[in-house]
């Protein structure tokens, strides 16, 4: 059996969210190989166990941390996967994922594709969003081994307990300091991540205020989801960049979208019309996000929100 | 100091794309300049506007059209462009990034370069990456927040959980850009005027010998599914909102 090789994110020193999902894909394929930097926690380990993860190589750089030296980290988490044999590496397709992917990708020469939506390990297709989710694209990778990011909830996670090995890779190449990674902090609300969200709230401009997100926020605790907002919003300086949905913000495929005063525009749409279930709220019956939802309330949302909180709370 | 500006052009956002045949879309839609590429000129701009002197070279792969968007982006303040034309819909990151390095290597090494982080096209996410393995200069994408203190670039990327991380980058360096970066400008007439004057270098992609290596092809395009008309949840807002929860618990969603 083949072996598929999943590069293990640590975010805010916990195992991403996301990395189960991929961990999903990836058992599609073979036997899953984690790849992590400098260590893993304990707890992360028993985690990736209860996904079937049998074997974790823990890339390590002498004296250095790899994880604040992205050049030599790509360099090494591409010599690692060369001495392991996979046939893919896999990855979340986050900031970091990414970067990474594309730094070990280069270094191997292998073929890549970021933001996978699908993936078929037979043919060795995968599928990817074209124009901002107007097309999808079906590309072939055409030698092994390959790398794939994959966009954050494409895939379940596949419960299957497992015990898993560990094992060492020390880097022996070159330390390139070229990019130093200095400091990481916290931005914006600290809320929950919006792209590993199963649930997330949105407040378009009609929110008025950075304030008035407060009606979200009750709302989203209750079931706990994560806040976006609109460009509109964003410009406007209710809420960071780093809440934006859409084109030019975050891409989101959360189970439930929840949009609050949103027109419904195909710039927003473009960042989450992936998701599962979108719910428009708004005081237009012909809004145009009435005409690409799935459930539709009209109304005002500040009379909205706090009734669905109430409602939402009584249900717990 | 010599500051390089990675420009596609792109189908509007509002644009419909229609797929004709197996691979190709309708090419006969409005096209703009990349949106993140423009925050890439807006930093370029601005680097050449603080440091007193210097030059802003826009370099762009793609059709003959692609001189809209290099007028754009001079109206901007680049100073002059390279096209690389090429008739291909989609030229892969690989070749671009080829076609780029090539162009760098005849007008002359970076002090720096912008690009986006993204084409809203392909959405490969990696030209820069790929150039930057080209000319073997350090790249970082996804960036919010540049300067520059002497050799250094000291860069915020945005990560996930709301976090940001803070790097150090030796120059010269490969910026990727995010929104928030800055806020691009609108160009005034004068401007607009001025750009039709300034220089656009154009050569045939043909007339370089480079070859896609990248291992990755494009087997097809397929329209994205439509979603449908929403079920209006009717009554006071109290029933409505209860239905919506009846719904939701139904689905197993809370
Ligand atoms: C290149 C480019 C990139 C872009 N990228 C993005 C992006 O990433 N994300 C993004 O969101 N946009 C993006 N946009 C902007 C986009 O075109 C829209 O302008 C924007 O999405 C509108 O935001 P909105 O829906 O919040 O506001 P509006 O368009 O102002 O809509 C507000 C809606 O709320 C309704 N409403 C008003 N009051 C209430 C109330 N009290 N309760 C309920 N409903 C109410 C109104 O009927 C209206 O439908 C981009 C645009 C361009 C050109
Ligand atoms: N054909 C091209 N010509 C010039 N620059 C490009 C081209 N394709 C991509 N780029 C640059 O690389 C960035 C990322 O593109 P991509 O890798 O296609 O997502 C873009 O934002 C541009 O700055």
């Excluded at chain 1, 072939?140 to 090995?165: H, Y």
């Excluded at chain 1, 509109?232 to 934006?244: C, F, K, L």
Aim: with cysteine; glycine share 10%.
């Amino acid at each position: 059996m083949s072996k598929i090789g999943v590069f293990i994110e640590i975010v805010d020193q916990a195992l991403g969210k996301s990395v189960p999902g991929v961990v999903g894909a990836a058992c599609r394929g073979g036997d899953v190989v984690g790849f992590v930097l400098d260590d893993l926690a304990d707890k992360d380990r028993e985690l990736l166990e209860e996904y079937g993860v049998t074997e974790v190589v823990v890339v390590g750089g002498r004296e250095v941390a790899l994880s604040e030296l992205p050049v030599s980290a790509g360099l090494a988490l591409a010599d690692a996967v060369k001495a392991s044999g996979v046939k893919a590496l896999l990855g979340v397709s986050s900031s970091t994922g990414n970067d990474l992917l594309t730094r070990a990708a280069l270094s191997l020469q292998a073929p890549l594709v970021l933001d996978c939506t699908g993936i078929d390990f037979n043919t060795n297709c995968v599928r990817k969003s074209h124009f901002s989710g107007k097309a999808t694209a079906t590309l072939q990778l055409t030698a092994a081994p390959f790398v794939c990011g994959i966009r954050p909830n494409s895939f379940d996670p596949v419960p299957e307990k497992v015990a898993c090995t560990i094992t060492k890779f020390e880097y022996a190449g070159p330390i390139d300091d070229a990019i130093t990674v200095t400091g990481v902090e916290k931005s914006g609300s600290g809320r929950k991540d919006l792209a590993e969200a199963d649930i997330i709230i949105t407040g378009g401009r009609p929110i008025g205020s950075s304030e008035n997100f407060k009606i979200l926020e009750e709302c989203a605790d209750t079931i706990d989801a994560a806040i976006g907002a609109s460009r509109a919003a964003v410009d406007a300086g209710y809420a960071p960049h780093s809440m934006q949905v859409g084109l030019t913000g975050k891409i989101v495929s959360p189970k439930l979208y929840i949009g609050c005063g949103l027109s419904g525009s195909v710039q927003h749409f473009a960042g989450m019309k992936s998701s599962k279930l979108i719910v428009g709220i708004n005081t237009d019956k012909d809004a145009p996000i009435f005409s690409k939802s799935d459930y539709g309330i009209i109304g005002d949302l500040f009379e909205v929100v706090p009734l669905l909180t109430r409602q939402l709370q009584k249900r717990r | 100091m010599r500051i390089y500006v990675c420009i596609k052009q792109v189908p509007d956002s509002e644009a419909i794309i229609k797929i004709v045949g197996d691979t190709e879309y309708n090419r006969e839609v409005v096209y703009v300049v990349n949106p993140y590429d423009e925050y890439g000129v807006e930093e370029a701009v601005r680097l050449k506007e603080n440091n007193g002197d210097g030059e802003v070279i826009a370099v762009c792969v793609g059709g003959e059209g692609a001189v809209s968007a290099l007028r754009t982006v001079m109206a901007m303040g680049v100073d002059r462009s390279v096209l690389v034309k090429t008739g291909e819909q989609f030229v892969g990151s690989d070749l671009t990034a080829q076609a780029l390095a090539w162009v760098i290597e005849q007008e002359g090494p970076a002090d720096i370069i912008f690009a986006g982080k993204q084409s809203m096209d392909s959405e490969g996410m990696q030209t820069p990456y790929r150039l930057g393995a080209q000319i073997g200069l350090p790249v970082v994408s996804n960036v919010v927040n540049f300067s520059l203190e002497k050799t250094t670039a000291l860069v915020q990327r945005e990560m996930g959980g709301g976090l940001r991380e803070s790097l150090t980058v030796k120059t010269p360096c490969i910026i990727g850009a995010n929104k928030g970066l800055n806020e691009p400008r609108y160009p005034k007439m004068h401007a607009i005027l001025k750009a039709k004057k300034k220089e656009i270098k154009v050569l045939d992609i043909a007339e370089l010998t480079i070859q896609d290596n990248s291992g990755v092809q494009l087997k097809g395009l397929h329209p994205a599914e439509d979603r449908s008309e929403a079920r209006i949840l009717e009554g006071t807002a109290e029933e409505a909102v209860s239905s919506l929860v009846d719904i939701l618990a139904e689905q197993r969603i809370i």
